[in-house]
């Protein structure tokens, strides 16, 4: 059982390069999200989506973007790295489309920007 | 804004003991309130889903309580084990949008030695 995937698991990057953050599941849910998880901030909402060609912006969205073609995949972008997304970043998932049901996390990436 | 704090933000117990972890919200208008388990370089998994309309949930060693009036629930661990060891959030889910939103605690780190 795959459940919620992501990759990469790691990620070194320079100041001002672009990158994507890959998620996929396989449980058919239409809400998907994107969190980043900080010592001493807790976990914090960046974009989600309750199906696909719908997305909007969570508690910290600016320098990411998301598209959400398919149901199984939700990409996080960023668009120019900065020192401050330096982060673990977290994709979860749930079968209620108000995203109100059981949240299913991924393994998270660690991303560090130099 | 919702606020959600856990208190304490770390728990060292004996194997064997039994233990509570608290959890606090400020706006008691929530679909439901969640507590995961996070273990060192994992991802979230989710231990038990109170509904608002719910007082407490249960599964196996562990027994959720929801008591919305105060903004309150607490998660009983029986007989802790060291593999209970983790850090354990709960995330309160807002009913002041459109769709669900989660606010996560800070975590408490729990130990439990041999």
């Known amino acids: 059982n795959a459940g919620v995937t992501q990759t990469p698991k790691f990620q070194v990057l320079k100041t001002g390069q672009s990158m994507t953050l890959q998620c996929a599941q396989d449980?058919?849910?239409?809400?998907m999200s994107w969190y980043r998880q900080d010592p001493g901030m807790g976990l914090r909402l960046i974009h989600y989506?309750?199906?696909?060609?719908?997305?909007d912006q969570g508690e910290v969205p600016n320098g990411y973007n998301v598209s959400r073609s398919t149901t199984e995949d939700f990409p996080l972008r960023l668009l120019s790295a900065a020192p401050s997304q330096t982060s673990v970043y977290f994709c979860?998932?749930?079968?209620?489309?108000?995203?109100?049901?059981?949240?299913?996390f991924g393994e998270g990436s660690r991303l560090t920007v130099l | 804004k919702q606020e959600v704090t856990q208190i304490p933000a770390a728990l060292s117990v004996p194997e064997g003991e039994n233990l509570v972890l608290n959890c606090s919200f400020t706006?008691?208008?929530?679909?439901?309130l969640q507590w995961f388990r996070q273990d060192p370089g994992k991802g979230l998994t989710s231990l038990l889903l109170?509904?608002?309309?719910?007082r407490e949930q249960t599964s196996g060693r562990l027994n959720a309580s929801l008591d919305k009036s105060s903004g309150r629930s607490t998660l009983y661990i029986a007989a802790s084990q060291p593999g209970d060891s983790a850090t354990y959030l709960c995330a309160a889910t807002d009913r002041g949008s459109t769709l669900g939103r989660l606010y996560f605690g800070r975590g408490t780190q729990l130990t439990v030695w041999p």
């Open positions: 109170i509904q608002s309309s719910q």
């Open positions: 989506s309750v199906g696909a060609g719908i997305t």
């Open positions: 706006d008691s208008a929530i679909y439901n």
């Open positions: 979860a998932s749930s079968y209620s489309r108000q995203g109100i049901g059981e949240l299913f």
């Open positions: 449980m058919n849910h239409e809400y």
